[in-house]
């Protein structure tokens, strides 16, 4: 089909407008309306039009610059070197050409290359002064970057000091360790609460927070990669930057191969794939990058790319199926999520019938329309997400929902917000949402109280709010009565509910549900007060000045303890339960704990005892690590820590430190 120019131009316009909002969506705020298989299909389809009519290419094209701008809510401070994105191959044909191109600059040059995975996170650069961390920039627009030092400083596997003392830059990827994203899903999914769409969002979007307590929490984690302008520190090749990262007591990649011949690049992309996925990080291709620095400024730059190095990416596993409706469900907050009701299909092993669409923006925005075949997949995510219609129509014909799927009431918007709220305090599935929050194993744990027993009792107008539990012993004839054989489960709640009223202060702060407080918080907060009265008398400016706690913390801990009915919840609370005392020590203060294997106790309780001595747990072994707490059937983290001279101790060993 033939375009005059006049269709390209408008066309070219359309893309250009659509991409540069997705592009403030995903690096600005992230929360990106479109799927990455949307945006891609849109930037390819300009690169193609802008080759097809270079007359018609516009100077702040998306194809020529970098993504994000710059958050206005943080410093902006220039980067020393741009901060370049990589080109990206799909085909090993697409590598093939990147290698030709290097051997026509640089003939008769041994061939060397380097391959590591592609981590999908968020990059960062470091830089130190005198083997002292002094900033961290993120990539902003590859110009100007925004200064994240106060949340950098939280993330235990990168070094606030190095022995290295001429001044330093250093790059590399900041993520979430899988294990690390699926637990704050899963928390997220049990409160009805709005889900990080993947692991490289929940990292971005923890990172680029204004309060570090919220970086803190998430369990932030890096890998540095590379020496910004090594040939000035003696570093020549990847194997020396490597080491030398090493050495200084940075997190570097595990896999890593140098290769010699295409052959061999072609036989590490092909097995890579199959174990892209055992890593602890989302991981969606290979870097791949000649092995020489001294030849990099030879090889030249584009405004946007290096000519050193490429990204291979692999295609994301995705399955079809028809999309029989869009339902809408409210969470605790009250945010609105809409989700998509799918004929099963099968899917990275698993029959899924149903996926999350976000919010409405996003079914728009995709042009998703109920009873056509769409794009599932499941990259990294604790539930699957449509992504796009097979065959786009001209325009979604969803219509918004604008009352509460619950109750009825009128949805809102909250300042510049995507998602919709119900406001309604009220709504019953918000009032169920935060008893089951309460319930939870972070908080009061009562176990018997799950998702499904709650809503049982609330429809039976036995727990309508979270001071109801403490009356159910009074109920202990009816809850006999709901079934046969029923006296033991009953006896095990009414304990379990018992033993629940002795607990830790911070476990009921965190219970409570307040807006931004998570658990790091909430440990913070507990550490200053003796009940939960104490926080009438807080005022703004005292609670900024707590370690970790920020203006939003502080604002939404105001405006809870302004509710009439939230302070008589507290104060009940404060007459039934019991607060342990002495709940944290110092003990283990500045101490880095890495735990493997298996074990007599569970894991978590490991972690508690840890932290609540002032411990910190990391997932992976560094030079900075403390100890290996180790049980049976240890892996890698053992040999690593063998090699590091890292003090290994068991159970038993263990226990005399904590009671020494």
């Not at 020529?64 to 741009?82: C, E, Q, W, Y």
């Not at 085909?91 to 061939?111: A, G, H, L, T």
């Not at 590859?142 to 106060?150: L, N, R, S």
């Not at 009562?446 to 009792?457: A, H, P, R, T, V």
């Amino acid at each position: 089909m033939k375009f005059n120019e006049n269709e390209v131009k408008i066309k070219i316009d359309k893309l250009i407008s659509n991409i540069k909002k997705w592009n403030i969506e995903y690096y600005d705020n992230d929360a990106p309306s479109v799927s990455d298989f949307i945006y891609d299909q849109a930037l390819l389809e300009l690169e193609m039009l802008e080759k097809a009519f270079p007359n018609l290419v516009r100077e702040d094209s998306p194809t020529a610059i970098l993504g994000s701008s710059v958050d206005n809510r943080f410093k902006k401070v220039a980067h020393k070197k741009p901060m370049l994105s990589l080109n990206k191959a799909y085909s090993f044909d697409d590598v093939i050409k990147y290698i030709n191109n290097i051997q026509k600059i640089i003939k008769n040059v041994e061939f060397i290359l380097f391959a590591e995975p592609k981590i999908d996170g968020l990059s960062i650069s470091i830089i130190y002064e005198k083997g002292i961390l002094v900033k961290a920039l993120t990539r902003g627009n590859g110009i100007i970057g925004e200064d994240v030092t106060h949340n950098v400083l939280m993330i235990d596997s990168i070094p606030k000091k190095i022995q290295y003392e001429n001044d330093l830059e250093v790059r590399g990827e900041i993520y979430i360790p899988k294990d690390k994203f699926e637990q704050l899903n899963k928390m997220a999914l049990a409160n009805n609460q709005k889900l990080f769409a993947n692991a490289r969002n929940a990292a971005s979007g923890s990172l680029r927070q204004l309060e570090a307590n919220i970086s803190k929490e998430r369990g932030l984690e890096a890998i540095i990669y590379q020496v910004v302008e090594p040939l000035s520190h003696n570093i020549f090749d990847t194997k020396t930057e490597r080491e030398f990262l090493k050495n200084q007591g940075f997190k570097t990649q595990e896999f890593f191969e140098k290769i010699t011949s295409q052959e061999q690049l072609k036989n590490v992309i092909d097995s890579f794939k199959n174990i892209k996925n055992n890593f602890n990080y989302d991981c969606d291709g290979l870097v791949i990058k000649y092995y020489d620095f001294r030849w990099y400024e030879t090889l030249g730059y584009t405004a946007k790319f290096p000519h050193h190095s490429i990204a291979f990416k692999y295609e994301i596993e995705k399955a079809i199926t028809k999309l029989i409706d869009i339902v809408a469900s409210v969470g605790r907050t009250g945010r609105i999520t809409y989700n998509a009701i799918l004929e099963p299909v099968e899917l990275n092993q698993t029959i899924v019938s149903a996926a999350t669409l976000h919010n409405y923006n996003y079914i728009v925005d995709n042009k998703i329309n109920i009873g056509e075949d769409v794009y599932v997949i499941k990259a990294g995510e604790i539930i699957p997400r449509v992504v796009a219609p097979v065959f786009p129509k001209e325009k979604s014909y969803f219509k918004i929902i604008k009352q509460c799927p619950n109750c009825g009431n009128k949805l809102q918007k909250i300042d510049d917000n995507v998602d919709q709220f119900c406001l309604n305090s009220e709504c019953s599935t918000k009032k169920i949402r935060a008893i089951i929050h309460y319930c939870s194993r972070e908080a009061l744990n009562i176990n018997e109280l799950g998702e499904k027993q709650i809503e049982k009792f609330f429809n039976l107008n036995i727990l309508n709010e979270i001071k109801d539990i403490y009356f159910l012993y009074q109920k202990r004839d009816f809850l006999n009565s709901l079934g046969k054989k029923v006296e033991k489960s009953t006896n095990n709640l009414i304990e379990n509910i018992e033993k629940s009223k002795k607990c830790n202060l911070f476990q009921v702060i965190f219970g409570l549900g307040i807006k931004h407080i998570g658990l790091q918080s909430s440990k913070v907060i507990a550490k200053k007060i003796n009940k939960l009265q104490d926080l009438f008398g807080f005022s703004y400016n005292e609670l900024i000045n707590l370690d970790d706690l920020g203006e939003k913390s502080a604002i939404e801990i105001i405006n809870f303890v302004a509710d009439e009915k939230n302070k008589k919840l507290m104060v009940f609370l404060d007459k039934t339960l019991s607060y342990n005392k002495n709940e944290s020590n110092e003990k283990f203060k500045n101490l880095i704990f890495v735990i493997t294997g298996t074990l007599s106790k569970n894991r978590d309780e490991y972690k508690k005892i840890i932290e609540n001595s002032s411990g910190k747990i990391s997932s992976s072994i560094s030079k900075n690590t403390n100890y290996l707490l180790c049980g049976d059937n240890a892996g890698s983290k053992l040999e690593k820590a063998i090699k590091l001279g890292i003090k290994v101790i068991n159970e038993n060993e263990f226990e005399e430190l904590l009671n020494n």
